[in-house]
């Protein structure tokens, strides 16, 4: 085996994470488990324009690396348009960092890959579904810029991380951070379809304090972030005001965890398969779900009930009586 051979063997062993047949089958081409999402973007009528390509991983559902320019000039920007060759693409975009005048994309760099987190982009990524991951990105440049009337075009192409480090495409914005969440995710979230983040309802007076929650109990529970699917489950429970604001929904409890900082993290089962991970950082007191008022109009109407059927026994036995001395 040549020295290059076994440089790119000894490097995708590191990237398969010493997996051997997987680490073969990066080196001969077989496996693909990355997919690019390359385009661009605008919002002409401000003279906003921007090039990206991003990249997930397919197995382990993350955002490896995010490639982005943003600049001013339309003219250079008629001059992105998409090719089939995500790598020529690739050299184009660099290409205009290096020549255009490119303008402040820090910060939207970062609302971008957190965006990209919070709306679950990868479940649309892996199933190719243009549509939707082309509406996704331009509410979140809308949202990002304050702006309208964004437009946003995008490609695909399956690769690999070997491809990717060939290419001097760094694999550390993503991997390596969330390579080591993953490995410390709880086992319950892993079972989950979704986790989405949550607080508990504060109640000083007449709430429970954390440490005598019990699993099974039922508590309030505020969605605290604006996620794709925080809104699906908001929507389904019709649980915002006239203003559209999140109102507290039901959680069943199915764990909590004492955090060696101090507090707890508390996971909640608020739809099928969804979980409410809260972090709470000291023993307050929770509100729990009242079901008195639900509790109490049945009550009620049993109570009701019974008197209607008291006062029809007691027709029913006056009129047997009136018939009897009759007879």
Known sequence: MALEDTNRMVLALKLASNDADKARRLVSGELKDVRVVYGRFSIAA??????????????????????????????????????DNWKLYYTILKQLQETVSVTESEDFLKQLTDSIDG?????????????????????????????????????????????????GISLKLASDKKAEVKQEKPEIEKLAAHTVEGALVIA??????????????????????????????????????????????????????????????????????????????????????????????????????LGVIFALTLIVIASLAVLAALL
């Open 46 to 83: 401000a003279d906003v324009f921007g090039v990206f390509e991003l990249f997930f991983h397919l197995q382990d559902e993350n955002l490896l690396h995010v490639s982005l320019v943003t600049f001013s000039d339309p003219q250079e920007y008629e001059k992105t348009k998409l090719t």
């Open 119 to 167: 709306y679950q982009l990868i479940y649309d990524v892996v199933d190719n579904d243009e549509e939707r991951i082309s509406d996704t990105l331009v509410e979140i440049i809308e949202k990002s810029y304050g702006l309208p009337g964004a437009e946003c075009s995008v490609d695909f192409a399956d690769l690999s991380t070997l491809e990717m480090a060939d290419t």
């Open 204 to 305: 000083p007076v007449k709430g429970t304090y954390i440490n005598d929650i019990r699993i099974g109990d039922i508590v309030k529970v505020s969605l605290i972030n604006h996620d794709d699917v925080s809104k699906k489950i908001i929507t389904a429970l019709n649980a915002f005001d006239s203003e559209n604001n999140f109102l507290p929904i039901r959680g069943r409890v199915k764990e909590i965890i004492p955090l060696p900082t101090g507090g707890y993290k508390i996971y909640c089962l608020i739809a099928k398969n969804i979980l409410a991970r809260i972090v709470e950082e000291e023993n307050i007191k929770a509100e729990m779900w009242d079901f008195s008022k639900i509790t109490k109009g049945k009550n009620d109407r049993s109570f009701k009930n």
